[in-house]
């Protein structure tokens, strides 16, 4: 901004000072008024009212009681397919992470071949991110036939989504200095991008991918609504048949397997990207023993000119974690019950039952179509607004930097992490057996799923605030709620906001399949038409979603540049 | 060497990389990784299909990344993570990676810009010592004029790309060389950096 916004304020003394509007704070009002209106208007279209939400409550605590006390005598059966569920998410990981390495160099703007090969590979990293698991999974399984395998398929290529344009980002944030210098060698393009590329984005994809493990084995759960394999089937059957006690054990089996797999990757992930902000002193001075054990490695090697790298603690570490997972990928593999086709058919099956959406038919279902379309967004905004609303309060307790009692902390992360560790679906699911088919239970089911998630990127964007600010602020006296809104909120609310925008793209996806188990929203279109073989409608509905979720992503990355 | 590099392309433009040593004022080591991967880099060039961790060279070649490490002084750093290094020895390694190319010539840019006067004095002993040992011409670009003196046997200053000077520097006193700075001075006011005093050591050239 030029001075002459100024010169006004320090002639007039009289008048109040105010802070001179640019072109962007106009369009932020602008898209903040648009995003409150379609809040409203889809409150109104989904009917949701104060007496519902409460009453189905009430349902909802009617059918918990349903289910007490479990009854176990499904264990074995459920273990099973929980084990097969960890299978589908491993094995759909690895096929991700595979297709997504290649993409991501032709995606990324400093190892791209072309122009051309880098906007085809964004366009199917966001193809990908932009169709739910879910539906691939329907629509797989009706052309490779029930079981793991179409879960597998659809967890690889929908999971390219967001591996491949994490890679991409990781790729075009190395430094470039290293590569000039070692092409300045003489080495050739891919020499360097291994030598110099590669060891700089290792630590994050590791990190990508194991945050993307996570995410998959909740996915993987709920697969088996649609016949893609897993515990999902066994949950889905048994609350068909109104068998609620037998249901809760099935969900508890996979409730500790995905507890556990996300305790264990936040662990790997916090020691490969080395997080030791919360060391204790106990813990510092072990990683002191060990840096001095490993120095000491390291000089031996050194001084018998030993020409392979000493087994530092690091390297063990690296060591056992690759071996662990190639174990595990070789059990998975074998031990999973998929029929062994060639590659050459099932790539096929593939190609054939994506080329059997097109071309997209709007018009045999269109009025259920646009009703199907509305109610998903509207179901999309509910939750999410829902959602920010508990997690507003639930983030701050869970802000270590904020709240001074660690008690307070710990308990609401287990809660949130409790709570978490229940797939969305399953919610959904529940919520409808209690309150009946509709939009309300799939809303307040994604509010739930929404809440947890967001509590916790609002603690993470709190504890990430400065210090100095706060300091400054509390030296001339303010309270600490004065603090926390004038010297924490300021800074956290730029990646807030962003991070909001990214829940709404996440939800739409969510609440376009919330129907497929009687949730509201197109998803009940979807699986229908899945069912039917109208594939073609099934193509249309595809379209839809990924006009809508591109759309929102825009608006995100809009933004997010703007605020930036 | 008599080729256009500008005009080069290819396989043709790798060979004319592979011959002349680049060292850069930011170093451009690769942080994560240790100094002798850091060196080993350097022989990319002589070998075929990309490489990914020390064990991936051949074992000959690693004993020779070891002995440039030692001729920098930092063979002891031969398994330390890169970035854990001074800025003086981070340009070490990266004149044993300019090393490893076997270079027919060497050319510095700015290599002593972002270090102490300690550091800058041992990074320009070894550029020195590996001239005279290696038989190899390195040319230096320099803005400290008195490192120039210390160190060159021959001295060019520049200015927007002309020849301003070029003397030995034996015969040279500081304050010939200052007079060139004076004078861009006087006729360049808007701080644009485009003098700097080429030092090289001159061997025959090939």
């Known amino acids: ?564 | 060497m008599g080729k256009q590099v500008s005009s080069a392309s290819g396989r043709e433009l790798k060979k004319v990389r592979r011959e002349i040593g680049f060292v850069f004022q930011q170093f451009g080591l690769v942080g994560r990784t240790t100094c002798l991967e850091n060196v080993l880099n350097g022989a990319l060039g002589r070998l075929r299909g990309p490489r990914y961790g020390v064990r991936s060279y051949p074992k000959k070649l690693r004993t020779e990344a070891f002995d440039q490490l030692e001729r920098v002084g930092l063979a002891n750093q031969a398994y330390q993570r890169a970035d854990t290094l001074s800025g003086g020895q981070m340009q070490r390694v990266a004149i044993a990676r300019s090393l490893m190319q076997r270079p027919k010539i060497m050319l510095a840019d700015e290599p002593v810009a972002s270090l102490d006067p300690e550091s800058s004095a041992q990074v320009l002993d070894i550029l020195l010592r590996v001239s005279v040992e290696d038989h190899m011409t390195v040319v230096v670009t320099l803005h400290q004029v008195e490192l120039a003196l210390g160190w060159a046997n021959r001295i060019v200053g520049l200015r927007d790309g002309k020849v301003v000077l070029d003397r030995d520097a034996s015969t040279l006193k500081q304050d010939d060389v200052m007079d060139v700075y004076r004078r861009v001075d006087k006729t360049l006011d808007d701080g644009r950096d485009s003098i700097s005093v080429a030092a090289s050591r001159v061997q025959p050239m090939p």
């Open chain 1, 1 to 564: 901004m030029s001075g002459a916004h100024l010169e006004p304020l320090i002639k007039s003394r009289t008048a109040l000072p105010r802070a001179p509007k640019n072109w962007h704070s106009w369009v932020l009002i602008t898209i903040f008024v648009g995003l409150i209106a379609a809040l409203v208007w889809s409150w109104l279209f989904i009917d949701m009212t104060l007496s519902t939400v409460f009453g189905g409550f009430s349902d909802i605590w009617n059918l918990i009681q349903y289910m007490f006390p479990p009854i176990f005598d499904n264990f074995p059966e459920a273990l099973r397919t929980t084990i097969e569920t960890i299978w589908m998410a491993l094995i759909g990981t690895t096929m991700a992470v595979v297709l997504s390495v290649p993409l991501a160099f032709m995606a990324a703007r400093n190892t791209s071949p072309h122009p051309v090969v880098m906007a085809i590979s964004r366009g199917i990293i966001s193809l990908a991110r932009a169709i739910p698991a879910l539906v691939l999974a329907a629509i797989f399984a009706s052309s490779v036939g029930i079981g793991p395998l179409p879960g597998i398929l659809a967890l690889g290529l929908h999971s390219i989504g967001m591996i491949g344009k994490l890679f991409t980002e990781a790729i075009e944030n190395t430094e470039a200095t290293s590569r000039d210098a070692v092409l300045s060698t003489g080495a050739g393009k891919w020499q360097t991008v291994l030598a110099t590329i590669v060891p700089q984005i290792m630590p994050s994809s590791i990190g990508t991918s194991l945050y993307r493990l996570d995410i998959n084995l909740r996915e993987s759960a709920v697969l088996g609504f649609v016949g893609a394999g897993g515990v999902g089937f066994l949950i889905w059957s048994e609350l068909r048949g109104l068998d609620y006690q037998r249901a809760i054990s099935a969900v508890s089996v996979i409730f500790v397997a995905i507890t556990l797999i996300e305790l264990i990757s936040v662990r790997l992930r916090a020691t490969i990207i080395g997080d030791h902000l919360s060391a204790t002193p106990k813990q510092t001075s072990r990683l002191r023993a060990r840096v001095a054990r490993d120095q000491k490695k390291i000089y031996v090697a050194i001084s018998s000119r030993q020409l392979t790298l000493p087994w530092t603690h690091e390297r063990v570490l690296q060591a056992t974690v690759g071996g662990t997972y190639l174990l595990l990928m070789i059990v998975a593999l074998a031990t999973i019950d998929m029929p062994l086709l060639s590659a050459y058919k099932l790539g096929d099956d593939l190609v054939l039952s994506i080329g059997r959406l097109f071309p997209p038919d709007f018009t045999t279902a269109r009025s259920e179509l646009i009703k199907g379309m509305l109610e998903t967004t509207a179901i999309g905004f509910v939750a999410t607004a829902l959602g920010l609303l508990i997690a507003i309060p639930l983030g701050i307790l869970t802000a270590r930097n904020i709240i001074i009692r660690r008690l307070v902390v710990t308990l609401t992360r287990g809660m949130l992490l409790f709570i978490r560790g229940i797939p969305e679906l399953i919610f959904a699911v529940i919520f409808v057996s209690a309150m009946g088919l509709g939009p309300v239970p799939g809303t307040l089911a994604l509010a739930i799923a929404t809440a947890t998630f967001m509590a916790k990127l609002i603690g993470d964007a709190l504890e990430e605030v400065q210090q100095a600010p706060r300091d400054g602020v509390s030296a001339v006296g303010a309270s600490r709620l004065q603090e926390f809104i004038s010297a924490v909120l300021p800074q956290a609310l730029p990646n807030l906001v962003s991070q909001l925008l990214y829940m709404l793209d996440v939800n739409l996806r969510s609440s376009a399949v919330l129907g497929i188990v009687g949730g509201g929203g197109i998803g009940f279109l979807l699986i229908s038409a899945i069912r039917g073989f109208e594939t073609e409608t099934v193509g249309a509905i595809v379209f839809l979603i990924f006009v809508i979720v591109y759309a929102i992503e825009l608006l995100g990355s809009f933004v997010r540049r703007i605020v930036a």
